[in-house]
């Protein structure tokens, strides 16, 4: 009998992107997102760090449906801002989920950054929580430098802004596979996927 976990988002292009990872790791489970349960609110991301938030919704998922939950936080870290945006990342020019004003905002603030201080990274913790209240959380981080214009249609956020360390491409250029293979979520994910063998089963 296929085991349901449920993924403690309603995008569906995140669905698609932890599918794809936790499948290829050989995990016999059918994930689901949270738009299957419409009955259950959305969970609001008072935390102050990324793990915290994330074992926020995967508690409240586990809690509401009674199954084992997985959920991220993520975003995008700049040194020269001091690790903002961070969690604010999502609604950094005001309105969650605004990617092309938030990137757009961000470019404009480090405008006269040169390009050797423009490191940046993306961070992801990735927590699984189960209705007995057990819980993990582990994170992953992609390094990279912020470009002055954006480049590559793929992804979504920041993606056209990083330029991956070690590749001449952003994370929009590349494609889905070779961007799950390094990503901070799939890095996140991958090293959650031995705590959801060993206690969901």
């Not at 009955?39 to 102050?48: F, R």
């Not at 757009?104 to 040169?114: E, N, S, V």
């Not at 430098?145 to 992804?155: E, K, W």
């Amino acid at each position: 009998m296929t085991s349901r976990l449920i993924l403690a988002t309603r995008n569906a292009g995140k669905v698609a992107e932890l599918h794809a990872i936790l499948s290829d790791a050989g995990l016999p489970y059918e994930l689901v997102g949270a738009d299957a349960y419409p009955q259950i609110p959305d969970v609001k991301e008072t935390g102050i760090s990324f793990a915290e938030n994330a074992l926020l919704k995967a508690h409240a998922l586990a809690q509401a449906t009674g199954l084992p939950a997985i959920a991220d936080d993520s975003g995008l870290c700049v040194d020269v801002l001091n690790g903002a945006p961070g969690i604010f990342s999502a609604r950094w020019a005001g309105k969650h989920g605004d990617d092309r004003a938030n990137l757009d905002l961000l470019l404009a603030q480090l405008g006269d950054i040169a390009d050797e201080h423009r490191g940046a990274h993306f961070a992801c913790a990735a927590a699984l929580a189960l209705p007995d209240g057990t819980e993990r959380v582990v994170e992953g981080r992609l390094l990279g430098t912020l470009r002055h214009t954006p480049a590559g249609t793929g992804g979504f956020g920041y993606d056209p802004i990083l330029q991956v360390e070690g590749d001449t491409r952003t994370c929009a250029e590349l494609t889905p596979a070779e961007k799950n293979a390094i990503s901070h979520r799939g890095q996140a994910f991958r090293a959650l996927v031995p705590f959801i063998r060993a206690l969901v089963g």
